[in-house]
């Protein structure tokens, strides 16, 4: 397995080795685990109006924009003592794999290292007041430690929903109708998984001129982990989530849709990694799925720009 030659470690530094219309319709409310998602996007009323980037029943999203777009990662491998985290070893492999595979798909990738909640946040909302009228996209990239429903920046702790509510399409009306990716490379919890062995059994609308979008949607968030539990990292080559991802881009990343890519990111993560922690009988051998939220209203297919 390719977990199998050097340590890893649980993510969070435990253990450092091993809507009401009219005509009937009703609202059902979101799961609990995606309540804070939905409040975290505050609504107000929209723009009056933002460019259409595509037509209204494209089954791809428009990725023929002079540039791809922003990508920013945040890589977080060292904190403040008095927060008694330990440092995050592995993470330089993830950010300079993922620089390197989202560079290859045209991005514009900007990293920045242990910043506090402060700069952190500060960078979030220049990107969200920029102007992406000519980019297909965005993304939002953080590699540190987390808990259930909360991320830590160098200082202090802070909502993953602080990363995406300013890119809301209310918000941010040059990203509107266009994919606001974010992946997030931490624990949610310390809960593991143990897994169980499996044994083998004997159309387009070219006539639109406008229509309206949700503010909350062409939102993907992707988590290493389901919420409650460990994401694991393997000291010399990464965590296994950026590992798969950083492998799947590279491989089909002009091949596949995202979605795809992510499904198969899965398979690798849920599938080819095992912890190996030997001397610690409870945190070996275990196993982990990443989670994604779906916001998305079309397929992402990167395409190969002119100049690239």
Known sequence: MASSEQPVTASNGVSEDPVVNGGGD????????????????????????????????AVYYNMNHKERGLALIFNHERFEP??????????????KNLENSLKNLGFEVHVYSDLTNTELMEIINRAADDNHKARDCFIVAVLSHGEHGILYARDSVYKPENLW????????????????MFFIQACQGDKLDAGVTMLRATETDSGSHSYKIPVH??????????????????????????QALCQELNDNGFVLDLLTILTFVNQRVAIDYESNTPDNATMHQQKQIPCITYMLTRLVKFTRKPHH
């Not at 409310?29 to 595509?54: F, G, K, N």
């Not at 509510?165 to 606001?180: E, I, Q, R």
């Open 26 to 57: 009703q609202v059902d409310p979101p799961t609990p685990w995606l309540q804070y998602l939905v409040d975290s996007i505050q609504r107000r009323p929209p723009p009056s109006s933002a460019q259409m980037p595509v037509e209204k029943n």
């Open 82 to 95: 008095r927060l008694n985290l330990k440092p995050r070893s592995g993470t330089e492999h993830d950010c």
């Open 165 to 180: 509510t300013p890119f809301a399409a209310d918000k941010c009306p040059t990203l509107a109708g266009k994919p606001k």
């Open 217 to 242: 949607s062409d939102f993907l968030i992707a988590y290493s982990t389901i919420p409650g539990y460990y994401s694991w990292r393997n000291t010399s080559k990464g965590s296994w989530f950026m």
